[in-house]
């Protein structure tokens, strides 16, 4: 009962710290706020609904149970999940500890219809499941990374035109931009489809047009104003439950097609942004090195609180990596099993981690020393003015 008491009061305290520091009133009722805000671009990693409100099939969608089924309490909104919100996990995202640590709200989704620029003025969230840097990864299922630059750059003009262009100029100069894209660019051309532009290219070169894709919504983003960015290498979604069960020969292997492109991905991202440094006057950014530290949880699991690093929570098959959770595959109704206790687990689904696993993740891109996310860290960013 004590303890109860004393965190409805340390909530109750953050709030109150919260609207007295980072907010101010201003005229028309507008609210604007003081802290940085936080714009998402990306995929399932950091999508938080965005897929909920397109003509996409059910497997790019997890507004249905079991998703969303752990408790989530972001501090500032005091509201809890308990029922799925798009969020390809149980609970919370990387994005959500993060906006929390640098206490802001929860950031929306863009295509959430409930959205006014008061909560843009926070930051958007313009991620969405299964996106990739191509155009041709998942056509027309998902929203490319080119058409959330799109989405950004009409946020950024509602901005200018509600607020202002000076006070929308200092939102966007201040932001922080965090990014996790490009997995899906390799996985879809061997596992889903014939792409014509991997079946033209050398495993090299599709990279180099990966990364270019990239590096071009970067450079557009800097132009609007953008000055703070923040990227996850790819993780090693290879090794994932759905991966691990590719071959039927070697079940419990990772897949070493996607290995290769991963690795060579991750190797030329950082000489991309130091490129970008050194170019772009005032360009500043953090890397996380995501792909070492989801390696970590899967070989040392116990070590980071884990009984189960390699075996999803939610599926079936072989290490419940048949992605069937939540019953719905390709439109297809479909039986599933689901662990007892989530926290046990590193994946919640086939791909996708859990709410413990997001938090741990979290903490080393807003914090973590320099050989784990750098030059910056999110906190140093923020606090840049």
């Avoid at 308990?82 to 295509?111: C, Q, V």
């Avoid at 599933?336 to 687990?345: A, K, M, Q, R, S």
Wanted: proline residues 4%; glycine residues 8%; charged residues 20%.
């Amino acid at each position: 009962m004590e303890n109860s008491r004393s965190v409805s009061i340390l909530f109750f305290v953050h709030t109150v710290v919260l609207s007295i520091v980072s907010i101010n009133c201003k005229d028309n009722n507008n609210l604007v706020t003081n802290q940085a805000a936080l714009f998402v671009f990306g995929d399932s990693l950091f999508d938080a609904g965005n897929n909920n409100y397109i003509d996409t099939f059910s497997r790019f969608k997890s507004n249905i149970w079991p998703y969303g089924q752990t408790s989530g309490l972001p501090v500032i909104t005091q509201t809890t999940f308990k029922s799925p919100t798009g969020r390809i996990s149980d609970g919370r995202l990387i994005p959500d500890f993060i906006a929390e640590y640098a206490w802001l709200p929860l950031i929306p989704p863009n295509l959430q219809p409930s959205n006014g620029h008061n909560q843009f003025t926070f930051g958007v969230n313009f991620a969405s499941g299964g996106a990739g840097a191509l155009v041709e990864t998942f056509p027309g299922m998902v929203i490319s990374l080119g058409a959330q630059l799109n989405n950004f750059k009409n946020v950024e003009k509602r901005l200018r035109s509600e607020l202002g262009d000076s006070e929308a100029k200092r939102i966007i100069s201040r932001a922080v931009y965090l990014f996790h894209i490009g997995g899906n660019d390799y996985v879809y051309p061997i596992l889903f489809a014939n792409s014509s532009t991997f079946k033209s290219s050398s495993k090299e070169k599709f990279s180099d047009f990966v990364l270019g894709n990239i590096t071009a919504v970067i450079e557009e983003v800097y132009k609007v104003g953008g000055r703070k960015f923040g990227f996850l290498n790819i993780g090693a979604y290879d090794c994932a439950p759905a991966s691990l069960i590719i071959d039927r020969t070697k079940i419990g292997s990772c897949f070493k097609p996607i290995t290769d492109l991963i690795n060579m991905h991750n190797k030329k991202l950082p000489n991309v942004l130091e490129r970008l440094e050194s170019d772009l006057s005032g360009f500043k950014y953090a890397l996380h090195d995501y792909h070492t530290s989801l390696s970590e949880r899967i070989n040392n699991r116990l070590k980071y609180g884990f009984k189960e690093g390699k075996k999803a929570c939610c599926g079936t098959g072989p290490l419940r990596g048949i992605n069937t959770c939540g019953g719905r595959v390709w439109g297809l109704s479909q039986r599933y099993e689901l662990c007892e206790n989530v926290t046990e687990y590193l994946f919640f689904d086939s791909f996708h981690l859990t709410e413990k696993a997001h938090r741990q993740i979290a903490e080393l891109i807003w914090s973590g020393p320099s050989n784990v996310t750098g030059p910056y860290n999110l906190k140093a960013l923020f606090e840049l003015k």
